[in-house]
């Protein structure tokens, strides 16, 4: 027995703003980059400056193009984010001595000492929430299975 993904009779309410999956992911994003501001503000750092660091404190020294696809930026996003990074001193870029096509980010000292002070951010994020880690971690865990699920549905 199959099943139909959509409603046998159209219901209009489903084109109601608040009832929209993607609105709701939109608005808390929205709402989430605002409170991570201020808190990245005393770190000298933008949210998005701030996703480049958490990936290279994961794993320092990899390619523009695999921090990339860790980040899910295109390279037009990403590069002028590694420049304004590269300017504060937390990161270099460097040509990849075996294969010169190849761009190498790496953490300076400076960026590897940021790492002690933003340990503060989750838990600021975590209380601003209002929630339990527990259903923060579950939330998360559910969102990654959707972005998977999505990304599979993707056309080539």
Same mark, same amino acid.
């Given at each position: 027995m199959t099943t139909s993904c959509f409603p046998t009779v159209p219901d209009e309410t489903l084109l109601q703003l608040d009832k929209q999956l993607c609105f709701a992911l939109y608005s808390t994003s929205l709402a989430m980059t605002k409170l991570y501001k201020p808190v990245l503000s005393k770190l000298? $750092? #933008?949210y998005p400056q701030y996703l480049v660091m958490l990936a290279l404190w994961e794993l320092?020294?990899?390619t523009v193009s695999a921090l990339g696809e860790r980040l899910a930026l295109d390279s037009g996003t990403l590069t002028? &984010? &590694?420049k304004r990074l590269e300017s504060a001193g937390l990161v270099i870029r460097l040509r990849d001595s075996a294969d010169e096509r190849r761009v190498l980010v790496s953490l300076t000292d400076a960026g590897r000492r940021l790492r002690q002070p933003a340990l503060n951010v989750p838990q600021q994020m975590l209380c601003a929430t209002q929630c339990t880690l527990e259903e923060i971690q579950a939330l #998360? =865990?559910? $969102? =990654?299975s959707l972005r998977a699920t999505l990304e599979a549905r993707l056309p080539d």
């Open positions: 000298g $750092l #933008t320092d020294g990899v002028p &984010l &590694l #998360t =865990q559910r $969102l =990654q």
